[in-house]
Structures are given as C-alpha cells and as structure tokens.
C-alpha cells in the first residue's frame, strides 16, 4: 500500500506473518528510508508507527539535527 504523509514521505506497508511491517520512502524510491521498518500487530498501527517516526524526522531536519 502506497500513502502519502508527513513531509513528503511515502508509507509502504505489508504483512509478514502474524503483524504488519510499514516504512517511509522519498517519492520515486522504493528503499525505506533510513534503513527503519516499523512493526504493528495491525496494517493500522504499523503505518500510524510510519507516519508518526516521518513527522519526528522531519521536525529534526528542520531543527538541523543530525541522527
């Protein structure tokens, strides 16, 4: 599933087993941003983990943080 978010971010998710695992990509790539996959027991709550981790991201880069 494609959506798009926070800040330009788009959330991916799919199942895997038993949960479902979301993560953020920039549009037009396919790789997860960062490298982070974020686990919920439901499609619901990993991409609600997806958008809210892309909101702190994006609030950091703002602020100039690195990390």
């Known amino acids: 599933m494609n959506a798009m978010s926070e800040a330009g971010f ?4 799919e ?5 479902w695992v979301a993560w ?10 960062q490298s982070v996959l974020l686990v ?6 990993a991409e609600a983990r997806a ?10 880069a703002g602020r100039g943080a690195s990390s």
């Open 10 to 13: 788009e959330v991916r998710s």
């Open 15 to 19: 199942a895997r087993g038993p949960h």
């Open 24 to 33: 953020v990509t920039r549009p037009g790539e396919n790789a997860p941003y």
């Open 40 to 45: 919920g027991a439901t499609q619901e709550e």
């Open 51 to 60: 958008r809210e981790w892309a909101a702190r991201t994006a609030a950091q």
